[in-house]
């Protein structure tokens, strides 16, 4: 059955229907909140049988169906679309034995880290424990640990999904296989997910966390993270980013303020060979805090400490293929202690080790031969927006002769095709555009970072 007027959805679902006047309408409001998000009704499902409804009487009433969970890579929604909020479907349960989670499409990291870790086990979630699940996971997913288990997408054992048709579907290597490559890689092009199912190793503790020097040294820390990375084992994953930390209490009060390098570590393994690999780094300089140390799995967020409130960030991102000694003195002229940058925080983090190797059941995730991944984050208050952007435009810029020319699904998120295509090999794009048409003929769900081949 379907209803033609919005506010009659309601009478089909169990969960709540919000139009722009209801008060549950403010829920919407993304983590990043320099983006607006403003459609013509947000729909909070607590099952997929909601989401088949909502798609369905989107398709009914020409709306185009948009998808959100925590806002961590919102993108502009208008009146034209229906925002399907996953925010109350929050359930995690975890089988101790067989190692797994399945997870409901609106749970965040922190969820499942709560749910998993006091068993030892440990979800291979992203740098900020606040991120979606399911977002995150159809954008492949890289964790602080990515060169010692890979991607994390290449850890998902099954989804369900709510196709462009309203259908609800099982989806696996064995059943539905072209959706189960499509999803772990095309965001939201081939449909709504509303579980899945993930793989957890078994790692009650790791040895890591950031070395924070002063911005004085950033010179010395970034060339010598640039020599010192390539060889380090899998076991190993790090990243480096110049930071201008907040004057705010959150802030530790050693970095508060301040310009400040950090070299971020996580290491698996003898804890004797982590140390020791990281004794140039801490031979560099002398730091203003060294928070490496042995730490259960759950407090894996520290490595990177993003920001968990909701906060206006604009961001840019680009692949490296390598970080030679030019390339050092680059990013140091334009995001270094002296350059006046106008980002909060330029990363680069290592890829390479198990990030690189194919899985057995391959998928819609591209660029497994980048080295580096560059991220650039900003504050766009109004005034300062247009700079921002101009200057995150410079470094990358700066950085191109070291560009793939590439990007990953998961950063500086864009509906624009020609940026969207950035995420793809050419390959990868017109078989998701192609199984777009199979599973969504209609477009309902052609909103947002929704994969689509330009001729
Ligand atoms: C502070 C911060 C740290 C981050 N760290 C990392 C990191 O370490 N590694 C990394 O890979 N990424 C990282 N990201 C990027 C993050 O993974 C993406 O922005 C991701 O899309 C966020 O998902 P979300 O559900 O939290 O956000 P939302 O804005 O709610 O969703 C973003 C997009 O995900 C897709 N999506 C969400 N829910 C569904 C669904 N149910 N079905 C289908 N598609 C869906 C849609 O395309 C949606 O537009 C980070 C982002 C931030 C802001």
């Known amino acids: 059955m379907t209803v033609t007027a919005d506010e009659d959805l309601g009478s089909l679902i169990e969960g709540v229907v919000a139009l722009p006047e209801d008060p549950d ?8 909140t320099a983006v607006e998000v403003a459609p013509r009704m947000v729909v909070f499902p607590r099952s997929a049988s909601d989401v088949a ?3 369905r009487h989107a398709g009914a009433v020409g709306a185009t169906v948009a998808v959100a969970a925590t806002g961590h890579g919102a993108l502009p929604v208008g009146p034209e679309s229906i925002l399907v909020h996953t925010g109350d479907m929050t359930d995690v349960a975890v089988d101790v034995l067989g190692r797994t989670a399945r997870v409901g499409a609106g749970a965040s990291w922190q969820h499942v880290l709560d749910a998993a870790t006091p068993h030892g086990l440990a979800p291979l979630c992203g740098s900020a424990p606040s991120v979606g699940v399911v977002g995150f996971l159809t954008g492949g997913g890289i964790g602080p640990l990515v060169r010692t288990f890979g991607l994390s997408s290449d850890h998902v054992r099954s989804f369900e999904v709510v196709t462009g048709t309203g259908e609800i579907l099982q989806v696996s290597p064995e059943r539905h296989g072209d959706l189960f490559w499509g999803l772990r890689g095309g965001k939201a092009t081939l449909g709504i997910v509303t579980a899945v199912e993930i793989d957890l190793p078994e790692l009650p503790e790791f040895y890591g966390g950031a070395i924070y020097f002063d911005g004085d040294y950033a010179e010395n820390v970034l060339r010598a993270w640039s020599q010192w990375c390539p060889g380090l084992p899998e076991s190993v994953s790090t990243s480096v980013a110049l930071l201008q930390a907040p ?3 959150e802030a530790p009060p050693a970095l508060a303020g301040r310009f400040v390098i950090a070299v971020r570590f996580a290491a698996v393994g003898d804890r004797g060979e982590a140390l020791d690999l990281l004794t140039p780094i801490r031979a560099v300089a002398p730091a203003l805090l060294d928070a490496v140390e042995v730490l259960p799995y759950a407090a894996i967020g520290a490595v990177h400490a993003d920001p968990p409130h909701p906060m206006p960030v604009y961001e840019d991102h680009a692949l490296l293929s390598g970080l030679p000694e030019e390339a050092v003195c680059e990013l140091l002229r334009l995001a270094g202690p002296r350059a006046g940058s106008l980002q909060a925080l330029v990363e680069v983090r290592q890829l390479g080790g198990a990030y690189a190797r194919w899985p057995r059941q391959r998928s819609a995730f591209c660029h ?3 080295a580096f991944a560059v991220t650039t984050i900003g504050i766009p208050v109004p005034e300062l927006a247009e700079q921002v952007r101009g200057h995150a435009a410079a470094v ?4 191109g002769p070291w560009s793939t ?3 990953l699904p998961n950063f500086a998120p864009a509906s624009d095709p020609s940026r969207l295509a950035r995420c793809y090999d050419d390959d990868t794009l017109y078989q998701l555009a192609a199984l777009a048409e199979r599973y969504d003929p209609d477009g309902v769900l052609r909103a947002g970072q929704v994969a689509r081949y330009v001729f």
Do not use: F, H, K
């Open 396 to 399: 990358l810029q700066a950085l």
């Open 53 to 55: 409804a909502t798609v």
């Open 25 to 32: 309408y403010l829920r919407c409001s993304p983590w990043n």
């Open 247 to 249: 004057d705010a209490p």
């Open 368 to 370: 497994r031969d980048a």
């Open 405 to 407: 020319g590439r990007q």
